[in-house]
């Protein structure tokens, strides 16, 4: 296991990069998928990871909290060098569970990953709808529990959403989420 921590190419207020990726659901999803939340929050995660799987209850807690923002997660690892991360396991973690968010999403191209500079799992970006279009309004740590055996005090992406919601701008420091490296095909 290798940690990282995020380090994003895109920069505040910057359009979400488009994708179309096939859900543990079965069905393909695009960023127009999600068009009547007034949020998206993106976080790439996996199955595999210790610090990913910490967040699981976090981002389904968010998922059943809040109806106006989409909650989903794409799996970019390496798949044949990871097993654990394969869109079957996806599937099983979907139905059978620990995932319960509204979308799970499959990036076995790793494009969408690269395209958003995400680095690590967790690594979540929080998106506000504005004139029909998603804008990067937070990147950085769900809360500030930084290692997955850690309870949590706060929460900056309820702060971020609740924010959002509000009408208001999201005034937080983005302090990088850590955990384990994206898993790379070639590495």
């Known amino acids: 296991m290798v940690l990282k921590e995020s380090e994003t190419e895109l920069d505040e207020g910057d359009a979400a990069p488009p994708f179309e ?15 009547e939340h007034e949020a998206l929050l993106v976080v790439f995660t996996c199955n595999h990871c210790p610090y990913a799987k910490a967040k699981f209850d976090l981002m389904n807690e968010l998922a059943a909290e809040y109806d106006d923002v989409a909650v989903v997660g794409i799996n970019p690892n390496d798949a044949k060098e990871y097993p654990e991360d394969s869109l079957e ?15 799970y999403l499959r990036d076995e191209s790793q ?19 504005s004139n029909g279009e998603f804008r990067l309004a937070y990147q950085g740590r769900l809360d500030d529990a930084m290692n997955p055996e850690d309870e949590p005090t706060r929460f900056h992406i309820r702060e971020a959403i609740d924010a ?24």
């Open 111 to 129: 494009s969408v990953a690269a395209e958003y500079g995400a680095v690590c799992t967790p690594d979540p970006f929080l998106f506000e709808s």
């Open 89 to 103: 396991k996806m599937r099983e973690y979907a139905t059978e569970g620990p995932i319960d968010f509204d979308a």
């Open 21 to 35: 990726l096939e859900g543990a659901d079965g069905a393909t999803h695009t960023l127009e998928s999600f068009a």
């Open 164 to 187: 959002i919601l509000a009408g208001e701008d999201v005034d937080l420091e983005w302090k990088p989420s850590q955990g384990c490296s994206i898993k790379w095909v070639d590495e």
